[in-house]
């Protein structure tokens, strides 16, 4: 079990860390990659109101300079999914649900000895590119070289 002692002072370190970057250039993606709130509530969070035990998220907070780098020296993406989910927006003053194609790009690799997965979202046709998390060390399959489309292990809207 992790020491989770230090867990604000790590928390407050990572966000500062985090809303420093802005935008990171992905040569896997031919975009800039936007490091917006979103993503790092996703650290933070597995879905609205259900909070990620801490281990895993200062885990995550520790890994951030590795996604960075990761982002910046990538040339390849291994998975790729797209899906159709409902936002609520506003239209003339109410809110409306709306339905709109949701991207998401896996990007893996061992960076400074420690194996991890990055993803990147976009929402919607004209989105910007942003990332969503990152994924410590876990198990992937026997046809790990090869690169999938539509094959994207676990669920990357939760992990």
């Known amino acids: 079990m992790q020491d989770v002692s230090n867990y604000e002072k790590l928390k407050e370190d990572a966000q500062r860390y985090y809303f420093t970057i802005g935008g990171v250039n992905s040569p896997a993606l031919g975009?800039?990659?936007?490091?917006?709130?979103?993503?790092?509530?996703?650290?933070?969070?597995?879905?609205?109101?259900s909070?990620?035990?801490?281990?895993?998220?200062m885990l995550r907070f520790k890994l951030l300079p590795l996604a960075v780098k990761l982002l910046n020296l990538s040339t390849t993406y291994q998975e790729f999914e797209e899906t159709i989910k409902e936002f609520e927006v506003k239209t003339y003053k109410k809110r409306v649900k709306k339905s709109k194609p949701v991207s998401y790009w896996g990007i893996i690799a061992i960076v400074d000895g420690r194996k991890i997965k990055v993803i990147v979202r976009k929402i919607g046709d004209n989105g910007v590119f942003h990332f969503w998390s990152i994924v410590p060390a876990w198990v992937t399959n026997k046809y790990r070289d090869i690169k999938f489309f539509n094959t994207m292990?676990?669920?990357?809207?939760e992990d």
């Open 31 to 49: 975009q800039n990659v936007h490091f917006s709130s979103e993503g790092f509530n996703h650290i933070i969070f597995k879905r609205a109101r």
């Open 51 to 57: 909070e990620r035990e801490q281990s895993s998220q």
């Open 153 to 157: 292990k676990g669920n990357p809207d």
